[in-house]
């Protein structure tokens, strides 16, 4: 029975041993599937990190790129305005200038740009360019007192005093360092000298001027004239008649501040011509003028006294005494108006060169009134100007009743012109214009289509262009074209007029 228990225990352990063998078997096999399962895990996380490795100094080179772009883009633009910088310091704002100018549209708002731009302009003899690169600078930074300080001198050396003026004085008021208080107060003694000296201004001028007019005489270009059922041929001093020319004028205004609103002038001119061959149609003339002016910042109103006496060779002179007022008005520093008003009466003394046996008095006195408006406009630059104005005016007969009376009566006439100016370059301008009048007389001519009232309709351009030697010397040439139309053809004319001016100014 022992046995049978000992070999029972022996069962149950071998069998117990058995079991546990087989249960050291898997757990044998799972430990090694996780071994090799781990190994892949630890490649991938290797592989991961070399990766990111690889992100971060690729991310690091193309900060550094962009870094180094951004410097090298700082430095190209930084560049001219240093070197603009230096040559400013070496005493060469024009080779400054010329170096930032062409930038100009693309960095115009940069605060140093467009300083050293105004400074650079204005000491190379630019200041209408200083004062557009400088007001920028004051628009962003309006305290800026080196920019003020040169905006004063730019507007200085524009002969804009009183603008200059306000500038220094603010930035005097800013309580600036010795040297510029020393800088500034010349400035303002030399604005408080000329202030003076220009309470009395004389300014003068002479011409002279040869030239080629296709109608001397201003007539029609017809042969002959019907008056009623007869038909008469014109002499060829009713004809048309060219020929050359040569003339001088001359003139000079002195004016007066009275003070800071009033002011008086004075002022005469005096012209002649002389034909080559026509002497008959020789003209020489004398006209005055006195007056005083009021003005404030925006308006500005004359009255004048005029006077004058013209002569026709030396077969017939005319007198003529007038009243003339104007009102101009600025709306801007582009923009400008005026109306203004004359009354003149005009008187003659002799007979009129195409007919000898005819007084003078018969057209040659009359009182005539003149109302008109006009207006001028600056484009951008002020490069340009533009203008046009309109009038209307009327002719009344002064003829004394016991000399034969105007067979047409009294003339009432409008008219329109518009031109313009351009600047060329800074020695040359061009300018043009275009006039129409229209005229119709009182009285009905027989001389006239249909047996009508005279009328008429004339129309003129003029182009030519002034080119300035230097500051006192100019020369103009010009063209005037003019074109008379008439239901009387015998008051119908063409005419052009070439000229050569050489103009020296007294100032």
Do not use: C
Not at 102 to 107: D, L, Q, W
Not at 262 to 282: E, I
Request: glycine share 8%; charged share 25%; no cysteine.
């Amino acid at each position: 029975m022992k046995w049978v228990r000992v070999a029972g225990w022996v069962s149950v352990g071998l069998v117990l041993a058995a079991g546990g063998a087989y249960a050291q078997e898997p757990a044998r096999k799972v430990g090694a599937t996780a071994k090799q399962a781990a190994k892949p895990d630890a490649a991938a996380l290797q592989q991961a990190q070399r990766e990111a490795a690889a992100r971060a100094e690729q991310e690091v080179r193309e900060r550094a790129a962009a870094e180094a772009k951004r410097l090298a883009e700082l430095e190209a633009r930084e560049k001219p305005l240093r070197d603009a910088d230096e040559l400013l310091k070496a005493g060469k704002p024009a080779e400054a200038y010329t170096l930032l100018e062409p930038f100009e549209f693309e960095r115009s708002g940069e605060v140093r740009f467009d300083y050293l731009l105004g400074i650079s302009a204005l000491d190379s003899g630019k200041p209408d360019k200083a004062t557009l690169a400088l007001e920028r600078v004051l628009a962003v930074d309006p305290n800026f007192a080196g920019a003020r300080l040169d905006m004063a001198r730019a507007y200085y050396q524009l002969g804009d005093l009183p603008r200059a003026k306000t500038e220094f004085e603010h930035v005097m008021g800013q309580n600036p360092p010795d040297a510029a208080k020393t800088t500034i107060q010349k400035y303002l003694d030399a604005i408080a000298a000329y202030e003076q000296d220009k309470k009395t201004r004389i300014s003068a001028y002479a011409e002279g001027v040869v030239g080629h007019d296709s109608n001397a005489n201003s007539a029609t270009n017809e042969t002959q004239v019907k008056f009623g059922l007869l038909t008469y041929t014109l002499v060829q001093d009713s004809r048309k008649s060219p020929d050359s020319y040569a003339g001088f004028a001359a003139g000079g205004e002195v004016s007066h501040s009275l003070n800071a609103n009033w002011g008086a002038y004075a002022g005469a001119d005096m012209r002649k011509r002389s034909n080559m061959a026509l002497t008959q149609f020789d003209s020489a003339g004398v006209d005055g003028r006195a007056g005083v002016m009021y003005g404030t910042e925006q308006n500005i109103f004359k009255l004048s006294l005029t006077g004058g006496q013209s002569y026709s060779a030396n077969s017939m002179r005319r007198d003529a005494l007038g009243l003339s007022t104007e009102w101009q008005h600025t709306f801007s520093p582009a923009n400008q108006t005026n109306a203004f008003a004359q009354y003149g009466q005009y008187r003659a003394t002799g007979s009129p060169s195409t007919s000898l046996t005819t007084d003078a008095r018969t057209s040659g006195d009359i009182d005539q009134w003149i109302v008109g408006l006009g207006w001028l406009h600056a484009l951008d630059d002020g490069k340009q100007v533009l203008f046009a104005s309109v009038f209307s005016g009327k002719e009344m007969v002064a003829t004394p009743l016991n000399v034969a009376q105007p067979p047409d009566g009294e003339k009432r006439f409008d008219g329109v012109r518009i031109g313009g100016q351009a600047v060329i370059t800074d020695q040359a301008d061009a300018f043009a214009s275009i006039g129409w009048m229209h005229s119709i007389y009182e009285k009905v001519n027989i001389l006239t289509i249909n047996n009508d009232r005279r009328s008429e309709r004339q129309y003129d351009l003029t182009i030519g262009g002034n080119w300035r030697l230097d500051k006192f010397w100019s020369i103009k040439p010009q063209m005037a074209l003019s074109r008379k139309t008439s239901n009387a053809a015998i008051f119908g004319f063409d005419r052009a007029d070439v000229s050569l001016t050489i103009r020296r100014d007294f100032r």
